[in-house]
């Protein structure tokens, strides 16, 4: 696949997912822009970046006008900027909720958004969006994550339909465990509140896949490649399911 043509943004692109989706597209001669919080992390990975928060629509708005202004109309957004946060659903506040739905739901509506004219003004453009399992399935104790990511699946839905006779489409990758930063700190924050061992929950967690396998982050990626590019023409509001067959 060759994207030489096209400028890709990825939010949350200095670490896991994000960074190998870059580094993906940029390998297959796209121009990418990376965006996040924290430069320390953009830097690292050697691309262009621009530092932003996909929770503050001005802050992203900025950081699109900036980077559009350096490299040319966006062609192909990632939505992939992303937390998660564990607690029993009988003890979450409306502050853990609201947190959620912030940065995972209203921060793909913030990505997309400030890339939809310059994909009409080319009639052509792809949304696309990492959102998880947890949008197609339940997990016990991160109940707010979960809402947030089947928010993310019905935003998908619509939007595709909103769109499809633009040249537009809009899709989200919904994968299993995957090994990254945010996979470490998940197995961390249970062996902190759990006393079991660090392997036992990784056994645990990976046990989940039927595959009995961590996804990796070049999985993700390769599969976004594939959604933005012209063969994935037809393909919108799908939810592409990446487990070894867990959903
Ligand atoms: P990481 O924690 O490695 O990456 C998340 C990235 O999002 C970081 O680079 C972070 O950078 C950025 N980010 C977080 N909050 C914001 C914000 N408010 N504004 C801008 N950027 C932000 O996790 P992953 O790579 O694993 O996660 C990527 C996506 O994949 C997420 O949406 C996650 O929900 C999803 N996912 C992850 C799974 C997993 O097991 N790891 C499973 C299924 C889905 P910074 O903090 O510097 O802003």
């Known amino acids: 696949m060759n994207f030489s043509s096209r400028h890709i943004v990825v939010t949350g692109g200095g670490s896991g997912v994000g960074a190998a989706a870059a580094s993906a597209f940029a390998e297959a001669g796209a121009r990418v822009t990376i965006m996040g919080r924290t430069e320390a992390s953009l830097v ?30 966006i062609d192909v957004v990632i939505a992939n900027a992303g937390a998660v946060e564990s607690m029993p659903f ?18 793909v509506v913030n990505t997309w958004q400030s ?8 009639g052509w453009g792809r949304l696309i969006t990492i959102a998880s399992t947890a949008g ?20 998908t839905r619509s939007v595709a339909l909103e769109l499809a006779r633009t040249g537009i489409t809009a899709n989200a990758i919904c994968p299993g465990y995957i090994d990254t930063p945010m996979l470490q700190r998940s197995i961390n924050n249970i062996v902190e509140k759990t006393g079991k061992k660090p392997r036992d929950v990784a056994n645990t967690l990976r046990s989940l896949n039927p595959q009995d396998r961590f996804i990796q982050a070049e999985e993700v990626a390769r599969s976004a490649l594939w959604l933005a590019s012209d063969e994935a023409a037809s393909i919108n509001g799908h939810a592409l399911s990446l487990s070894g067959g867990e959903v």
């Not at 690292?44 to 109309?73: H, I, K, M, N």
């Not at 890339?115 to 080319?122: G, I, T, V, Y």
Request: aromatic share 6%; charged share 20%; proline share 4%.
């Open 115 to 122: 890339a939809l004219d310059d994909m009409k003004a080319r």
């Open 44 to 73: 690292t990975q050697g691309l262009p970046f621009q530092v932003c928060d996909v929770t503050d629509p001005a802050s992203v708005s900025t950081a699109f006008g900036r980077a559009r202004a350096e490299q040319g109309s």
């Open 136 to 155: 197609l399935k339940g997990y016990a104790y991160v109940s707010a994550y979960c809402a947030a990511k089947h928010g993310v699946i019905g935003l």
């Open 90 to 107: 009988s003890r979450m506040k409306p502050d853990d909720l609201n947190k959620m739905l912030n940065i995972n739901l209203g921060g």
